[in-house]
């Protein structure tokens, strides 16, 4: 699948990602790279983005890891997520990029690195599990 079929999938699963514009730049083998463009209104007061629209991203970015090893098709739920805020982002944009860590059995386990476009230095640490959906 391209990242212009992944995005899709995306913005039709959580509209606010369609909202906020995140873009989908790659996403195979359990990787996935996306951008949250800069926007005033996910901005806080010192001029960063904050805290929930980061955490947002960044379960969007792991969705789109567990939608490139399941072509497209996932209806896994978020269980975990901890993050840790290693230094302000500044106002985008910014880059975030999942890997799945453990993506087989009914629990799925992933990681992502939240960056400032400009500036490779991590901002954002996140670990999340995931919970593989039962069949309906």
Same mark, same amino acid.
């Given at each position: 699948?391209? /990242? %212009?079929?992944?995005? %899709?999938?995306?913005?039709?699963?959580?509209?606010? %990602?369609?909202?906020?514009? !995140? *873009?989908?730049?790659?996403? &195979?083998?359990?990787?996935?790279?996306? &951008?949250? /463009?800069?926007?005033?209104?996910?901005?806080? /007061?010192?001029?960063?983005?904050?805290?929930? =629209?980061?955490?947002?991203?960044?379960?969007? %970015?792991?969705?789109?890891?567990?939608?490139?090893?399941? &072509?497209?098709? @996932?209806?896994?739920?978020?269980?975990?997520?901890?993050? =840790?805020?290693? *230094?302000?982002?500044?106002?985008?944009?910014?880059?975030?990029?999942?890997?799945? !860590?453990?993506?087989?059995?009914?629990?799925?386990?992933? &990681?992502?690195?939240?960056?400032?476009? @400009?500036? /490779?230095?991590?901002?954002?640490?996140?670990?999340?599990?995931?919970? *593989?959906?039962?069949?309906?």
């Amino acid at each position: 699948m391209t /990242p %212009a079929e992944y995005e %899709a999938i995306i913005h039709r699963g959580v509209p606010l %990602a369609g909202d906020w514009g !995140i *873009r989908v730049l790659s996403a &195979e083998a359990g990787v996935a790279r996306l &951008e949250l /463009p800069r926007d005033p209104r996910l901005l806080r /007061p010192g001029n960063t983005v904050s805290g929930p =629209a980061i955490m947002g991203f960044a379960d969007v %970015a792991m969705w789109a890891a567990l939608l490139s090893v399941s &072509e497209g098709r @996932d209806e896994s739920l978020t269980a975990t997520m901890n993050i =840790a805020f290693l *230094r302000p982002c500044g106002p985008g944009p910014l880059l975030a990029e999942a890997r799945l !860590i453990k993506g087989s059995g009914r629990s799925l386990f992933g &990681e992502v690195v939240v960056t400032h476009a @400009d500036d /490779p230095r991590p901002c954002v640490h996140v670990t999340t599990g995931w919970v *593989r959906s039962a069949v309906r």
